[in-house]
Nanobody
Framework: QVQLVESGGGLVQAGGSLRLSCAASGRTFGIKAMAWFRQAPGKEREFVAAISWTGYNTNYADFVKGRFTISRDNALNTVYLQMNSLKPEDAAVYYC?????????????????WGQGTQVTVSS
């Protein structure tokens, strides 16, 4: 099993920044990629960004390109999501996910493991 623990959420004003972290533990051998998804109240969970375990490949949703950056620290088994120029519509619960398939997929069904989520609130 793999455990994923997110942190770094909180309240920020529009235009501000937050950095989310996702620490992976357990049987991380074999994890090929990790991703961030988000879900706002009344909406479906949506893909935000993904990164291969090596960090060489990334994938972003169009609505975060140029504002969010996904990265990872292999030594710490941690993935980060740097979020800049936040907008009220970015407010959601952000979830970390991991997959053994090797794809930086936008599909939630590809991911085998999920964290509990961290709340991001953006005030206008």
């Amino acid at each position: 099993q793999v455990q994923l623990v997110e942190s770094g959420g909180g309240l920020v004003q529009a235009g501000g920044s937050l950095r989310l972290s996702c620490a992976a533990s357990g049987r991380t051998f074999g994890i090929k990629a990790m991703a961030w998804f988000r879900q706002a109240p009344g909406k479906e969970r949506e893909f935000v960004a993904a990164i291969s375990w090596t960090g060489y490949n990334t994938n972003y949703a169009d609505f975060v390109k140029g504002r969010f950056t996904i990265s990872r620290d292999n030594a710490l088994n941690t993935v980060y999501l740097q979020m800049n120029s936040l907008k009220p519509e970015d407010a959601a619960v952000y979830y970390c996910a991991a997959t053994r398939t090797g794809l930086t997929s936008i599909s939630s069904g590809v991911y085998d493991y999920w964290g509990q989520g961290t709340q991001v609130t953006v005030s206008s």
